[in-house]
């Protein structure tokens, strides 16, 4: 059985580089099946979600190039099926991205209904509504969805809920659709400004992304080019709370500093030294910290995506804080984890109440990607000796995660048991 081995206790120096974004290229990636020609991708993270998507991409006739460890080229000229593959398609949740981009190139799609963490109900139910006002008929059988259409044409769609997957999707299936498709009440989130840069760089016309209004106008085709994924704004947030939880300094790269904006706000909140530059942040502690509140809301608000984090860090704060989670109705479940390393937190309903207490070392399971990365946050704040079991979670998000944690002083290593 694989682990990581983490002795924790220690402060953090020196610097680490962020990644390119898991969730901007698990859709671009995706995207490149509507481009009819070469599209050179950049900044592409080394991660598993990402080769498994790729593994689809191939699997439907499309050539992928490893230019280097960071640059792939997609090459969707000659497509052989709308098929994708089921064993990997239920495995991660963004293959649902392949829905969008083949029914938007091929007008037609069968592919599994989604995995990935379980965190709650998981609803694909936006995303057919804005199939099928493109004109495709959608049905689920037997765990599949079966999309086609003779044509697609723009339309109105607004979203009863804020969904970053469906608001990708449906831009992704109305690029080559004929006339204008609006989309309203769309998520902002940062990707959705990637992805929409992604496709006019290859030759769409989206405008509006990263604003609640986006507004598509259909193309006969998309031509190749080339795009650099930004820098994913959940690593890097990852990042400066691991810094927070243990002291020290340490400046985290290749970073928008925007994106993090409300990150920042709440670690100054907490007492955390911040200081931002162009493409990197600060994080310096050493002094007292005070407890706070977080609320997960859709971008800009707090991420749900780095709630985990928070609250390891938050179970090692003085104090009382709070954690509210809007957007997951059971996103909690890894705080059994935190509760065996000593922390102090009761959850009721979607509220987590947190009082800061002294944690240890202990054996723990990552229950899902962002889950296992609160445990490496908590296990190098804790003093002693951590064990994560479950790592191929981690590595859905974080690549090549001990070394680089190691450079900036963290003791963690992979570690092989028999079982
Ligand atoms: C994406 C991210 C995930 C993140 C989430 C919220 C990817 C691959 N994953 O997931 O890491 O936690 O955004 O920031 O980018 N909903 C519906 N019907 C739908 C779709 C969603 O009711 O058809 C609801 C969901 O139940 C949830 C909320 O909308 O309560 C937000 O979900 P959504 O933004 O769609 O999340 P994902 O795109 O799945």
Redesign the pocket.
Known sequence: MEKLKITGGNQLFGEIAVCGAK?AA?AIIPAALLVDGVCRIENVPDIKDVRLIIDMLVQLGASVTYVNDTTIEVNSSNLKTHIAPCDLASRM??SYYLLGALIGRMKKAEVSLPGGCNFG???????EKGFRALGAKVSIEDGIVFADAQELAGNTIYLD?V????TINIMLAAVLAKGRTVIENA?K?PHIVDVANFLNAMGANVRGAGTDVIRITGVEQMRGGSYSIIPDQIEAGTFMLLAAATGGNVLVRNIIPIHMNCLTSKLEEMGIGVTEYDDSIRIERDGELHGVSVKTMPYPGF???LQPQMVALLSTVDGNSSVQEN??DNRFQYIDQLLAMGADIKVEGRRAKITGAKLHGAEVTATDLRAGAALIIAGAAADGVTEIASPHYIDRGYSDIERRLRSIGVKIERIFEAD
Request: hydrophobic share 40%; no cysteine.
């Open positions: 969730n698990v949740r963004a109900t998981r609803p694909i139910d936006l995303h809920t969904s970053v997957g469906a998520a989130e991420p749900t995506d957007v997951w």
